[in-house]
């Protein structure tokens, strides 16, 4: 698989690649940066839970709102199988982590 195995063809820039393509492994930096830093699991400063990529796009209560915005999907298959990543990346931008990913 190449790098933009995952992205359709208007998704060709490097970093909506990779974003997607952590999105799909559940690691990015905001998530898994505090390993290679040797700290503590970032916690959801809202929901006082571990700070997950599926917390982010899926449960947090604090969001829930802007995520209506974008879309209501209740998994992360049914996320990555009925919406269009550019909404994912509209959706990370807004709640300002897209370039946290």
């Given amino acids: 698989l190449s790098v933009f195995s995952l992205c359709s063809p208007s998704h060709n820039t490097r970093k909506e ?5 952590r999105l799909h492994i559940g690691h990015s930096h905001l998530t898994h940066s505090f390993i290679l ?8 400063v809202a929901c006082d839970v571990v700070l997950t990529v599926k917390h982010i796009l899926i449960e947090c209560a604090d969001l829930l709102e802007i995520r ?14 009925n919406v269009i ?7 990370l931008r807004e709640i300002g982590v897209f370039y946290k990913i």
């Fill in 17 to 21: 690649s990779t974003v997607l393509n």
């Fill in 37 to 44: 830093r040797k700290e503590e699991v970032p916690v959801c």
């Fill in 68 to 81: 209506k915005k974008y879309f209501e999907e209740k998994s992360l298959y049914s996320l990555f199988r």
């Fill in 85 to 91: 990543p550019e909404v994912i990346f509209d959706f």
